[in-house]
């Protein structure tokens, strides 16, 4: 099959699996400090999260290493829509929120690609928790949080059952992320969010380029049907999903789980995040000073 014809059928077949809706409801934000920010509506459903038993090259033991806590596959049912961004977070985003720009300079002896389009990064996950803080803090009201992992491959997904939305085509990630590049020469090489195609519900950089925070503590799947799963209330590694641009093909896919690199105070050069916004019809209020987990809180 060609591929223009590879993803015509890619496209025909989201627009079955969600009852046929092409595209989802879009919302632009504005945030603190005068930018602004698009996300689009993700309607809830069910979904099987995880992976399979593997079959062929996936079986071989180092395969398997990677995908291992991708099981048990295990049904999920996400009970409330939400947005989500359609990109991940900008540096000029981030900025307007934060007034800092914590990727400047050198950074682990190495210069990050910077633009404000590009997404924003050497931010620990505490920090991002702050900048969560400010943007409910403006609003008055808990609207907005980090994705949970459940919500982050269901939106991956985007009604998909492959390892990769697009389907079994490996060749065509080239078309969809940025991924399997030399990240030990010149600059950490990072690109703006939406220079490839977006998902089938409209989300771009779902794969490759930086890795992306989710809430959760990392813990192990059971075979259990779940709801809303948040994870464990304890851990050491919080869970990145979506793979970044110095990963190969197979580490790029919807539910590879990223859990022993990078530790919730770290700032990793390699991680971002998308940032989710409930309706306030969905929205469980939560007292203020709770409105993103502060560091100082947490600890």
Known sequence: MKKGASIFAVILLAILLTGGRASSEELE?????????????????????????????????????????ERPYHPVTISKGFYLGKYEVTQSQWEAVMGTTPWVGVVMGREIASGPN???????????????????????????????????????????????????????????????????????????????????????????????????????????????????????????????IGFNAFMSASPRRYLDDIKPTDRALSAGLRLVRMSPVTATPIESRSWGQLKSEAQ
């Open 29 to 69: 934000i504005d945030l603190p400090g005068g930018a602004a920010m698009e996300l689009v509506w993700i309607e809830p459903g069910t979904f099987m999260m995880g992976s399979p038993e593997p079959s062929g090259i996936e079986a071989e033991q180092a395969y398997r290493e990677v995908t291992d806590s």
């Open 118 to 244: 590009h997404p924003a990064v050497v931010i620990s996950w505490y920090e991002w928790q702050d900048f969560i803080h400010r943007l409910n803090e403006a609003e008055g009201d808990s609207l907005y949080r980090m994705p949970t992992e459940a919500e982050w491959e269901y939106a991956a997904r985007a009604g998909s059952t492959t390892p990769r939305f697009f389907g079994d085509d490996i060749d065509m990630l080239e078309d969809y992320a940025w991924f399997g590049i030399n990240i030990n020469q010149g600059k950490f090489p990072i690109h703006p969010v939406g220079a490839k195609l977006p998902n089938p519900w409209g989300l771009y950089d779902i794969y490759g380029n930086v890795k992306e925070w989710t809430q959760d503590w990392y813990g192990p799947y059971t075979g259990e049907s779940q709801s809303d799963p948040s994870g464990p209330d304890s851990g050491e590694f919080r869970v990145t999903r979506g793979g970044y």
